[in-house]
């Protein structure tokens, strides 16, 4: 198993589908991130948990809704998207460390999920 | 406004050429770290190195090596003799040692490598 599994790999959906990306870590981290890459942006943060509480959202839209059952799994539910939401979605993890925070622990990344909304 | 400047948009080479990639990032913390990911065309990011602002020691992994200059606020990454493995896209990231920056990497907006044989 990878270190970060992420499913599907790609995904056309429609502007009124609901449709679920998932993502997985096998690390034992605690904190795990959805990232989005757009064309000729930089990586955008959209969400952070932290032992399964969400501790950041960096004013994303309410059409991405995030789920974090546990440490291991992390879902992005995705409802009435828009044709600018097609994006990479890239899902991370680390190990981090209370009082500290997770900037002296490297993110493993998943290898995304293409997302086309047409 | 953008903490992480990668200047170079795409930087093409033949294959044994050593390529330099520029990072400059802005920062007020004293402590923040500073890391390097590569991302082949298959869209994982690969994590390469990460640096502590306390750690201003170049480092040599291979034929990789980190320049890091505070005084500068830059974080160059060279590959020397460079292959064709080598081409992706770049990216260098900063992350801020504050709580309520948990989680929060902020990314340059990568440097494209061609390395052709």
């Known amino acids: 198993e990878t270190g970060v599994t992420q499913t599907p790999r790609h995904l056309v959906m429609g502007m009124t589908n609901k449709k679920s990306l998932k993502c997985e870590q096998h690390l034992g981290h605690n904190a795990m991130y959805w990232y989005k890459q757009s064309a000729k942006k930089p990586l955008e943060l959209m969400f952070v948990y932290n032992f399964k509480e969400q501790t950041e959202n960096n004013s994303v839209p309410s059409r991405f809704s995030p789920e974090c059952p546990n440490s291991s799994h992390l879902f992005l539910h995705l409802h009435t998207l828009q044709p600018e939401d097609s994006a990479l979605y890239l899902c991370?993890?680390?190990?981090?460390?209370?009082?500290?925070?997770?900037?002296?622990?490297?993110?493993?990344f998943g290898q995304g999920t293409r997302l086309t909304v047409v | 406004a953008q903490k992480v400047t990668q200047a170079q948009t795409e930087i093409s080479v033949v294959e044994k050429e050593d390529v330099t990639l520029d990072c400059v990032y802005e920062t007020r913390d004293t402590t923040y770290y500073l890391f390097w990911y590569k991302q082949p065309p298959s869209g994982e990011l690969v994590f390469l190195i990460r640096?502590?602002?306390?750690?201003?020691q170049n480092e040599i992994s291979g034929r990789y090596s980190w320049n890091f200059q505070k005084s500068t606020s830059s974080f160059n990454f060279t590959i020397t003799a460079s292959q064709v493995v080598d081409s992706a896209v770049y990216f260098c990231a900063l992350s801020e040692a504050l709580t309520d920056s948990w989680g929060k990497l902020q990314f340059g907006a990568g440097t494209q490598v061609v390395v052709t044989p």
């Open positions: 640096r502590n602002s306390f750690d201003e």
């Open positions: 991370a993890s680390s190990q981090a460390s209370p009082g500290t925070g997770p900037g002296n622990t490297e993110a493993f």
